[in-house]
């Protein structure tokens, strides 16, 4: 079996800053690339409460339909009408149902509401975090290259994108 090869020993002090800031940057890209996935997983749970929110509110709707043609069947077949006490007793029933499931329905659209607001809230942080990750990743590539290079202008330029995409991805932390 081939032994690992060694890996050389950073001795030139740029290397070292350039490998510690590379550290930092690859610290910093970890971190916001994890509030950048919880944030998809939990637009993604948003979204599908949200269609179960809309399943119920349309449920409610249906129940609240059938209650209201059932009361208009038993007022038109029935013998006597709404002067039948027990016709009369059943149509007040229905059409209380019928109440009661508008009322529960503006509550399950003002929930549905909210939980498709917390859904968008939570696409916006994702967004940020791919345009932050997307920059630390390139300034992970332009320190590297600045190793290679030995330019100190690769370095400053890594740097100075890996500070924006830390900026951009602090502003995710507090959407």
Not at 126 to 145: E, F, G, H, K, T
Request: aromatic share 6%; hydrophobic share 50%; proline share 2%.
């Amino acid at each position: 079996m081939a032994e690992a090869p060694e890996i050389p020993e950073a001795s030139d002090p740029f290397e070292k800053r350039v490998a510690i800031s590379i550290a930092i940057l690859a610290v910093i890209l970890s971190l916001i690339s994890n509030l950048g996935d919880n944030a998809k997983t939990d637009a993604i749970i948003k979204s599908t409460e949200v269609a179960d929110q809309y399943s119920f509110y349309q449920s409610k709707s249906l129940k609240g339909m059938l209650a209201e043609t059932q009361a208009n069947l038993l007022l038109r077949l029935s013998p006597g009408g709404a002067e039948n006490g027990a016709v009369a007793s059943e149509i007040q029933n229905l059409n209380g149902l019928v109440a009661r499931y508008d009322q529960e329905k503006e509550k399950v659209k003002a929930e549905a509401e909210t939980l498709k607001a917390e859904g968008v809230r939570q696409t916006a942080v994702n967004n940020q975090c791919d345009l932050a990750s997307l920059l630390l990743q390139v300034a992970i590539v332009v320190c590297s290259v600045a190793i290679l290079s030995r330019w100190h202008a690769f370095w400053f330029a890594g740097v100075a994108l890996g500070v924006v995409g830390a900026v951009l991805g602090s502003k995710a932390f507090f959407m």
